[in-house]
């Protein structure tokens, strides 16, 4: 069965701390996304890697880093969070061959304070 | 422009009535898939149905289909005998044949099923 997991369903942080989201998937997908959701405005997309150590810019990367070292896990790094980084973010990999769908974790709730 | 347009941010149906929730793309890719997202109060994002550029029947899972319209690209979402657990919001999303494996998503509709 397909899975993707996420490190944590809520999260609270501070301003200015470093954030790591972790993303794992078992399903051996090359590609994974995260993806920022926010009410009226859908997902939008922060960064994605079609690689290990490969990554792309989405429609919204500034204040995010992202790193990919196994195929399996991609992490969404917040250097220094800021209260407009309160958000739902979820966590996707793509499956090719067949229907090519994307396959979601269950999100992180973070909330800045 | 907007790549994908969901114009009903929220949507009632009657349980066991039908219900279409609108989806409108824009691309000028001939070949692109359309996707379509349940995404419960849980949050996680399940996937339900595809439509691809070139298939000629409507796609059907189950009690969704889809109403795939080229001329006037729309992708709207039709589920049939609603039922309590139908109640979630719904993304719309598309993938465009050459642009690699980026997807992009609407601003969702929030569908309330009422008994």
């Known amino acids: 069965d397909v899975k993707v997991t996420q490190s944590s369903r809520y999260l609270v942080k501070r301003t200015g701390e470093k954030v790591f989201l972790e993303c794992v998937q078992d399903?051996?997908?090359?590609?994974m996304f995260w993806y920022r959701q926010d009410p009226g405005l859908g997902l939008r997309l922060i960064y994605f890697?079609?690689?290990?150590?490969?990554?792309e810019k989405g429609d919204i990367p500034e204040g995010y880093s992202v790193s990919r070292e196994k195929k399996e896990r991609f992490s969404l790094i917040l250097e220094s969070a800021s209260t407009n980084q309160t958000s739902m973010y979820l966590c996707?990999?793509?499956?090719?061959?067949?229907?090519?769908?994307?396959?979601f974790g269950p999100g992180t709730r973070l909330l800045v304070l | 422009a907007q790549k994908i347009t969901q114009t009903q941010p929220g949507m009632f149906v009657q349980e066991k009535e039908a219900v279409t929730l609108d989806c409108t793309y824009d691309t000028s890719d001939p070949s692109y898939g359309l996707f379509w997202y349940k995404q419960p109060s849980s949050g996680e994002m399940i996937f339900l149905i595809y439509?691809?550029?070139?298939?000629?029947q409507n796609a059907t899972e189950g009690r969704y289909s889809l109403n795939f319209q080229k001329a006037r690209k729309s992708a709207n979402l039709v589920i049939s005998a609603s039922q309590l657990g139908d109640s979630a919001m719904y993304f719309c999303a598309m993938r465009e044949g050459h642009a690699g494996n980026q997807f992009y998503f609407g601003t969702g509709t929030s569908l309330t099923v009422i008994p």
């Open positions: 439509q691809g550029s070139y298939d000629q």
């Open positions: 890697s079609y690689d290990v150590k490969m990554k």
């Open positions: 399903m051996d997908h090359e590609n």
């Open positions: 996707a990999s793509l499956k090719i061959g067949g229907i090519e769908t994307q396959y």
